[in-house]
């Protein structure tokens, strides 16, 4: 018999990850969001490289619902991109793509629109190592060198002071190594990491709950213990 898949709501996953942050285990959090076993929430936390994802918000220029809706409300009583531009204060291009990549003049509907602005904006992102190509190389040499992710961003940033490019947080190193849709930095730089781990702990984590995982057969690198 195939069974369904259970989903995690978006408030089971703001938990997941509040739990994991303050060190509980992956046993412990499964029991929390009455899970019957580990394996839904060790694959959220092994996908992210045990790191919480930042949250989802629309950027501050992204058209808003309301903007769409007059933009459907003008062109059904015939006013002019233009017209329609001046009236909400932004530039006929922008309503112009607006409306050409949500089913043009005649089809276009604000709610769908909208749906599928937000849908887009699941897409993965190129991050930031793999836009840059010199930022990239820094990270690895220092990496090399066993270099902290810490380390290397602080030495960037006294490094390359007026180069915005050249700079990178400790974070976003960790999510380019642990993250492996990334893809950036090559797996042989895991090696030099200090922890050795495959996963970003929680601080405070709980070693009792690890203990536990690793006595009913948990790998630890897996759930990001040990």
């Not at 992204?62 to 059904?76: F, K, M, V």
Request: glycine share 8%; with cysteine.
């Amino acid at each position: 018999m195939v069974t369904s898949r259970i989903w995690f709501t978006p408030e089971q996953k703001t938990e997941l990850w509040e739990r994991w942050k303050q060190g509980h285990s992956i046993s412990a959090i499964s029991r929390a969001l009455e899970r019957r076993n580990k394996t839904g929430v060790q694959r959220i936390v092994a996908l992210h490289g045990g790191i919480a994802p930042p949250p989802r918000h629309r950027a501050a220029s992204a058209l808003q619902l309301e903007e769409r809706e007059e933009i459907s409300r003008g062109l059904a009583a015939g006013r002019s991109i233009r017209g329609i531009a001046g009236a909400l204060g932004r530039s006929a291009s922008t309503i112009c793509r607006e409306i050409e990549r949500n089913g043009g003049l005649r089809a276009y509907r604000a709610t769908r629109a909208d749906k599928l602005a937000w849908e887009r904006g699941l897409r993965p992102k190129r991050c930031r190592l793999a836009c840059h190509g010199q930022l990239r190389r820094r990270v690895a040499q220092k990496l090399a060198l066993q270099w902290s992710p810490q380390q290397i961003a602080g030495w960037l940033k006294r490094q390359y002071p007026d180069d915005p490019d050249m700079r990178i947080s400790h974070e976003a190193i960790y999510r380019s190594l642990f993250v492996q849709s990334r893809g950036v930095l090559k797996k042989e730089l895991m090696a030099h990491l200090r922890t050795r781990r495959q996963m970003r702990l929680a601080k405070g984590e709980d070693r009792q709950g690890a203990w536990q995982d690793r006595r009913h057969g948990v790998d630890p690198r897996a759930s990001g213990r040990g």
